[in-house]
């Protein structure tokens, strides 16, 4: 994470005008495919008359809701802690680097700003673009001295390309893009069925076997989920195995685990007692992967709601679960109902059918003998 989040970058070496004019050309431009943000600091000629609303009669906090998007207004700063929180579902955050840095840089080579761009020498950390201004001549000679390979930086004409700086910025956010592991859901006590259903035969192996070995081609690392290190043990050596480190909350303590454990990965989460599941289903969800939301879910019978039991979660997902359960929620249905999610429907409506009880298991048995019975006639 930067100060604002995981996509972040400072623009910054030329007048602010500028810089607003192109962090707007920027959203714009990306905003469709990916969740935009904007940081900047008022400016000492800017009209500021008092604190706003409220604010000035003494309340710490005030929320209007306005008629195309809603405001908060807060009386005491912002910790770093709160302000990533608050950006955290941003895919990219511009920041005009004039008056806050960002981890990544973008710097506009302006004779006019050669003085002030020098007093933030120490921010340029990690400079990636250059933009040089119609009045440039190169690249200063103070920025050559600090940055060693200032010639492997690529550079763009800050008025004359704006596709290609596009383009620059849609390369890295597609590199961004996190790597998806899978979760197969095993820790589940299966107490109305009487028998672990991780342990049930219905592809010629247990169905975590089963589960797992589907989502290894279309997850860099998969995970069978477990309780804790006592059923860990009963698990395969050939497969990796995560216990919960968040106790007693079921799947949402599964998945909590799984962030735990690598924060910035994507999850595809899928529950062991979905039998009907197979490699189309699958691979529907992954292509339809909607990265610009906190996940992608397949509709279920239930209401129509997420089924959040076959589910791409987004890393940004892990703060708003960690939000839901601070109030009491534990349930990751809730979270995708009230959350920005992308909803698909199943290419198989069967697929979404999971095992509770022996009646439900021999209803899928019969599916299952029907399923192979018309293929081999086929």
Known sequence: MGNFGRNEWAIL????????????????????????????????????????????????????????????????????????????????????????PAKAQVVIIDSNKKASLQRRLEQLTNVQLFLFADNAEGVFDYIQEAIPNWEQIPVLSLNNDTRQIVEFFQEKLQQAKPVLNGLVLAGGKSTRMGFDKGGVNWYGKEQRYHMADLLKKYCQQVYISCRDEEQQKTISADYASLPDTFIGLGPFGAILSAFRDQPDAAWLVIACDLPLVDADVIEHLVNNRNTATIATAYKSDYKGFPEPLITIYEPKSYPVLLQYLAQGYSCPRKVLINSDVAVLQSPNPDALANVNTPEELEKIKRILHQKIATNHAS
């Open 13 to 100: 070496g030329g007048p602010c005008t500028v810089i607003k004019f192109l962090a707007d050309q920027l959203i714009t431009a990306l905003s469709p495919q990916y969740q935009c943000a904007y940081a900047d600091t008022s400016h000492n000629d800017d009209t500021v008359v008092g604190m706003p609303g409220k604010l000035a009669s003494g309340a710490a906090l005030e929320y209007t809701d306005q008629l195309n998007h809603s405001q908060l207004n807060y009386k005491a700063g912002l910790t770093p802690f709160t302000q990533r929180e608050l950006f955290s579902a941003m895919d990219l955050v511009l920041v005009n680097g004039n008056h806050q």
